[in-house]
């Protein structure tokens, strides 16, 4: 009989600790439920700047950069924006193009060209700024 209630403790026994491990607060880089929360995914970036300087019809192009792989898109338009300044003695606002394939990139660079040499008649000039 002994034996019995010896059993009988030893399952309450391990029954309570395995509640008492799956009602654990979750830990720390959890969602709560157990479950890892994603990563964000480091990608290669492919970016391109442009400056369109009104005053002598003009447009300014980098390159097409490629950026290391990383969760965040590369911020160029600030770094651009001194270079032409510079280099060209202007100021124009800027704007950069970001895309996570290389084609993507070159056709969005000559769309923005195309456009802005069909419709506003500017002359486009390749920096060659590489970030």
């Known amino acids: 009989m002994v034996r019995g209630n010896v059993s009988k403790a030893l399952l309450s026994i391990c029954l309570f600790a395995g509640m008492a491990v799956a009602l654990t607060p979750a830990e720390a880089g959890t969602m709560g439920n157990g479950s890892a929360r994603p990563k964000p995914v480091a990608k290669a970036h492919y970016s ?9 019809s003009t447009a300014y192009f980098s390159t097409i950069i490629t950026s290391a792989p990383s969760p965040a898109n590369p911020q160029f338009e600030t770094p651009f924006r001194s270079y032409l300044h510079e280099t060209y003695r202007i100021g124009p606002s800027t704007e950069c193009f970001i895309a996570l394939s290389m084609d993507d990139a070159v056709a969005g660079k000559k769309k923005e060209e195309a456009s802005l040499t069909d419709l506003q008649k500017m002359k486009i000039v390749e920096t060659d700024w590489k970030g």
């Not at 391109?48 to 002598?56: E, M």
């Open 48 to 56: 391109f700047c442009w400056g369109a300087w009104p005053r002598t």
